[in-house]
């Protein structure tokens, strides 16, 4: 693919560590590449950071024609920097994509972009412990008309932020609200891809839980609000005995790529892990019997989040007396370890971007 480069003149002061947050600082280039119909993807560059021209009709403002991913890129102790299972993020892109009807990308095309961006920007990268390039790639309809109809034109861009460290004070336990009102996706509907709406539908619940002092919502599924399905933006994980177990990936759960690391890394230990339908009464009962040994999230942005609480119809329920469990804090130092390097890489997960 030829990707046309035109560095800024004027590159901005890089923030401080203890200043990074989330998603607020962002570096001094994107890439944009434009579909259209009769011509396909086309146009690659990288360019610097500046808002988007969009036309105010333009699909996505009115029809929620977007998807998007998140990965990171890591700065090693040696100062290389490195991605964590990219082409995953890119695959399932992909499959948001075929579920939107929005264009699919070439795979290799879509990695490229990614490496010559971060290439540009990898001073970007902090080495701070704990602190990343956060890399947001998202896809969306662009065509100017209101009319309701397929999609001819899109846009593919990719912005890049330097995150600080998501546990700065230590990794605290949180406290989950299980959502009985709203539901966040249904079988048959987007629940599995990372569109944009996803999180539209998310925000009332997570809106109230936050009032009510919870970190994260739990949801339930939206047919029998029965089945556990995910924490937040975060699968999720239960330890029952000495078996773990997560939900089976039944179409309105998004398939975590830390979810499945998580898998693949329980399982070379020998741990016993199940995907399977895990009902709120099963789950009620272990935490009464005590068999509920530990519970977390777990995504790209926070990697494992241990529940210290999970509260349902006003009962409050205490895991592991709001401590973080042993299996939730291998699974953070395996990952972490791989991810920045400190770990030898056995699964093959890591994507140099440095030499
Ligand atoms: C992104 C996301 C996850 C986590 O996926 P990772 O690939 O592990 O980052 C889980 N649930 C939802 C709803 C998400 O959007």
């Not at 009807?101 to 879509?110: F, I, K, W």
Request: glycine share 10%.
């Amino acid at each position: 693919m030829d990707i046309k480069i035109q560095l800024t003149d004027a590159p901005k002061q890089k923030p401080d560590t203890a200043e990074l947050g989330f998603g607020k600082h962002f570096t001094d280039h994107m890439f944009i590449m434009d579909y259209t119909r009769d011509k396909g993807w086309h146009d690659a560059r990288i360019v610097p950071f500046a808002n988007l021209e969009l036309h105010p009709a333009c699909t996505v403002f009115h029809y929620g024609a977007e998807i998007f991913e998140g990965l990171k890129a890591y700065r090693t102790a040696d100062g290389k920097v490195q991605l964590f299972r990219p082409m995953e993020n890119i695959k399932r892109m992909n499959s948001s994509a075929d579920r939107m009807s929005l264009p699919l990308l070439d795979e290799n095309d879509a990695l490229e972009a990614l490496t010559k961006l971060i290439e540009v920007e990898q001073d970007w990268v902090p080495s701070a412990p704990g602190t990343s390039l956060y890399i947001r790639p998202f896809l969306f309809g662009a065509d100017p008309f209101l009319g309701v109809h397929s999609i001819n034109r899109s846009m593919f861009v990719i912005i890049l932020s330097p995150v600080g460290s998501y546990y700065k004070e230590g990794i605290n336990p949180v406290k989950i609200m299980i959502e009985t009102e709203d539901v966040r996706a249904v079988r048959g509907g987007t629940g599995y891809t990372k569109c944009g709406g996803n999180y539209g539908a998310s925000n009332r619940a997570g809106e109230k839980a936050e009032k009510l002092g919870f970190s994260q919502v739990l949801w339930l599924d939206g047919v029998e609000r029965k089945y556990i399905e995910e924490v937040g933006a975060m699968n999720v994980m239960f330890k029952i005995g000495d078996e773990v177990v997560t939900p089976a990936l039944t179409g309105s759960i998004l398939p975590g790529i830390t979810r499945k690391s998580c898998i693949e890394i329980l399982k070379s230990k020998g741990e016993k892990v199940s995907e399977r339908l895990l009902s709120i009464d099963e789950l009620l009962e272990a935490l009464e019997n005590g068999t509920l040994k530990e519970g977390w999230g777990c995504g790209t942005a926070a990697v494992v989040s241990p529940i210290g609480e999970l509260h349902y119809n006003g009962k409050k329920y205490v895991i592991n007396n709001g401590e973080i469990g042993k299996t939730t804090q291998e699974l953070y130092d395996t990952l972490t370890g791989i991810q920045w390097g400190r770990l030898q890489d056995t699964f093959n997960w890591t994507y140099p971007i440095t030499k």
